[in-house]
């Protein structure tokens, strides 16, 4: 990786990492390159589009904002994503 590079290492469970980053070919193929590591291992790597990346945070921004349960980004979530009103006035649960 060259210093023109844009880099984001996370450290994850069990001393692992993950490395967010964009070089400038990645920038030519409008992608955002994603590796996790085991140690120094490298176990996986995708090349994730810039939009579908984007979308990824919109989303979650949008299940935290709005308080929607979701299984892996808000699992104590108040609202119902199926039930959510855009207008935020009522929020329904579903029928048990």
Known sequence: MNNNDMN????????NKMI??????????DGIKVERF??????????????EF????????????????QDFINPNGYNYEEYYEDDKE???EPEM
Do not use: F, P, W
Not at 54 to 69: A, E, G, R, T
């Open 20 to 29: 967010i980053s964009q070089s400038e070919a990645d920038k030519i193929r």
């Open 38 to 51: 085991c140690g120094d291992e490298l176990i996986d790597h995708q090349l994730i589009s810039t939009a």
């Open 8 to 15: 984001i290492e996370i450290a994850i469970n069990n001393k």
């Open 90 to 92: 009522k929020y329904y």
């Open 54 to 69: 984007v979308m990824l945070i919109n989303y979650y921004n949008y299940i935290k904002d709005n308080d929607i349960k």
